[in-house]
Each structure stands twice: as structure tokens, then as C-alpha cells.
């Protein structure tokens, strides 16, 4: 299988004026394409900063991350912007949704920066509103929808721009159980669509239903294992 991601030795430490926290301590990990990953843990063991190191939205301490087989050491910022942008999409547990915008402005909102007309980028939202089952509340401002509704918003934002990888933080971490189902079910058909998924979760129930369940315990890998 392709690999998509490749983590060796990653070390995260947060220097605070009288303190150091080793938030990650020697994480290796390769990710192939179409994986359906998650990662498990104590609260504080490091998940959501390993998270954020493979979004891109935060760099390691020390050690090296390739994506496609290229180090991204010594790409430049806005080189890491763009990669994030092209690569990745981001699905959270309180949504991050704008409260003053539609479901359809907040879901063609990644492709502000494209090179693409507004009516393309209006028609692709489209397409994934759809796509998520939202076609009858597309005019909707988010605080006009159930939980359900805002995180499957959040999740056609998250793949308007065709993302090889979709990172969810406790995606179904603030929703009622037969919701964070219906939420579960669309993220397992787009594994079953190719994409490559890595949800954090605490909740067992969204565990069973993904093939590799990482758990992190201090910074380290405890377990790694396919079911
Ligand atoms: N910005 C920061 N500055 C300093 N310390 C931080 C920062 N972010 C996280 N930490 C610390 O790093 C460690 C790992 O935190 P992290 O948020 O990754 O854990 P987690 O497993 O996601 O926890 P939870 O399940 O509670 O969300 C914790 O000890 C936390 O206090």
C-alpha cells in the first residue's frame, strides 16, 4: 500500500517559563493511503498535539515527518500553508463553524483562495452539501441547525477541497449516540470512497468501527494495533 505519511522520532515539548511539558516522546508512525485510523489515549496523553502535527497546524520539537516521501523539514511557511490547504481537511468536535455565514458560504469557504470562479466554487459546495444530506438547509446559518446537522456542515467544508487526509478531533464528541452514528457512517463511506481518516476519539463505539486503533499513553505509542 501507498504510504501517505511517515513520522520518525517526533518529539513535542512546550517550554513554559518554569516548565516543560514532553507532550510526544519518540513517535514513529507510517500511514498509508486509505487508512481509517483511530487514536486513543488518556486525556493528556498527546493526541490532540500528535493531531495537529499531522495537520500541519503545528510543527514537532525534533525528528522528521515526510508526506508522499518528501521532508517537510525545511519547507518554508507558506509552503506549509499551501500543503495543509491542498492536503488536508479538518473536522472538529464543537464544529468551528462561521455563525454569521450559511451552510453553503462556510462550506465553499476553503476554496476562497483557489483558482476557481464563484460559481464553481458555489456548485462544488453544492455537491457536497448533497453529499452530506444537507440540501434542504443550505441557506441555514449554523446556529438554525441540530448538532448533527453543524457537524455534517463541517465535514463537506472539510472535504470541498478534496483532501487526501481528513483529521477529526472528537468528531462525534458532542453529539448524542444515534447522531454520532449517522456522523460515523458518513466518515466510513468516505474511507470506503479512498480517503485516509485518523479520528481522535475517547468513545469505544467509534473506535470499533475503524481498522487500526492507535493508543497514546505520555507522548508514546502504547499500542498499534488492526482489527
Ligand atoms: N499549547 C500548549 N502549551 C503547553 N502545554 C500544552 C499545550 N498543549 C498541550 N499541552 C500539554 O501537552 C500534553 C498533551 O496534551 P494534548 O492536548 O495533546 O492531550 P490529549 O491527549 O489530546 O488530551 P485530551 O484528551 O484531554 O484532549 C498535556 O500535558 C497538555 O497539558
Redesign the pocket.
Known amino acids: 500500500m501507498e504510504q501517505l505519511i511517515q513520522l520518525r522520532e517526533i518529539k513535542?515539548i512546550?517550554r513554559?517559563k518554569h516548565h516543560e511539558?514532553c507532550?510526544?516522546d519518540g513517535i514513529n508512525l507510517n500511514i498509508n493511503r486509505g487508512e481509517l485510523i483511530a487514536i486513543m489515549?488518556?486525556?493528556?496523553?498527546?493526541?490532540?498535539?500528535?493531531?495537529?502535527i499531522l495537520g500541519l497546524i503545528d510543527s514537532p520539537s525534533e525528528g522528521d515527518f515526510f508526506l508522499k516521501g518528501s521532508s517537510l523539514q525545511n519547507i518554508k511557511n507558506h509552503k506549509v500553508h499551501k500543503t495543509r490547504n491542498q492536503t488536508i481537511g479538518f473536522v472538529f468536535q464543537f464544529f468551528a463553524l462561521l455563525k454569521d455565514y450559511s451552510v453553503l458560504d462556510n462550506v465553499a469557504l476553503p476554496l476562497t483562495y483557489r483558482k476557481s470562479t464563484h460559481k464553481d466554487r458555489v456548485a462544488k459546495a453544492q455537491l457536497f452539501i448533497e453529499k452530506v444530506g444537507l440540501k434542504e438547509h443550505m441557506y441555514k446559518k449554523p446556529d438554525e441547525l441540530s448538532g448533527g446537522q453543524q457537524q455534517r456542515t463541517a465535514i463537506a467544508r472539510a472535504l470541498v477541497g478534496d483532501p487526501e487526509l481528513i483529521l477529526a478531533d472528537?468528531p462525534t464528541g458532542n453529539l448524542d449516540r444515534k447522531t454520532g452514528e449517522e456522523i460515523m457512517n458518513i466518515l466510513q463511506q468516505l474511507h470506503e470512497e479512498g480517503k485516509t481518516i485518523i479520528i481522535?476519539t475517547?468513545d469505544l463505539e467509534v473506535a470499533k468501527r475503524c481498522k487500526r486503533i492507535i493508543e497514546?499513553i505520555d507522548?508514546k505509542i502504547s499500542k498499534d494495533q488492526v482489527q
Open positions: 513535542k512546550y513554559l511539558t507532550a510526544l489515549g488518556p486525556s493528556g496523553s498527546g493526541k490532540s498535539t500528535l493531531l495537529n472528537e481522535v475517547h497514546i507522548g
